[in-house]
C-alpha cells in the first residue's frame, strides 16, 4: 500500500493528513515532508494518523525525530490517534509519556 500525504493549515498549525502503511519502505516520504515543514518555518505541526493502516519501528523513530526537531526550534508536534491498534503502538512503547495524543485535529488545536 501506498503512503498518503497531505498538508494543510489550521489556526497557525500544520497539518499533516497521513494514509497508508508507515513502514520501511514508505518512511523515507514521511520523514522528508516532516523535515520539509519545519524547514519551511512551521513550528507547531499536527500529525493526523487516523489513516494509516500499519505503523513500525521506523515510523515511530521518524516520528520522535520529528518532535525533537521541532521542540529545537521552540514548538511542538501533536498527534490525532484514535484507531486501537496504532494507539497500542505507542501505549506498547511507552511513547503516550512523549507525545501529545488527541481524538481529533480540533482537540489538538484548542490545546494549544
Known sequence: MDLGLDVQERDGF???AV????????VPRLREQLH???????NKII???????FLDSTGLGV????????????GDLY?????PRIRKVFEVTGLTKVFSLFDTVDDAVASS
Open 79 to 83: 498527534l490525532v490517534c484514535t484507531q
Open 47 to 53: 500529525v493526523n494518523l487516523d489513516g494509516v493502516d
Open 14 to 16: 500544520a497539518v499533516l
Open 36 to 42: 520539509g515543514l519545519v524547514a519551511q518555518g512551521s
Open 63 to 74: 516520528l520522535v525525530g520529528a518532535l525533537k526537531r521541532v521542540r529545537s526550534n521552540d
Open 19 to 26: 494514509s497508508g502503511e508507515v513502514d520501511v519502505a514508505t
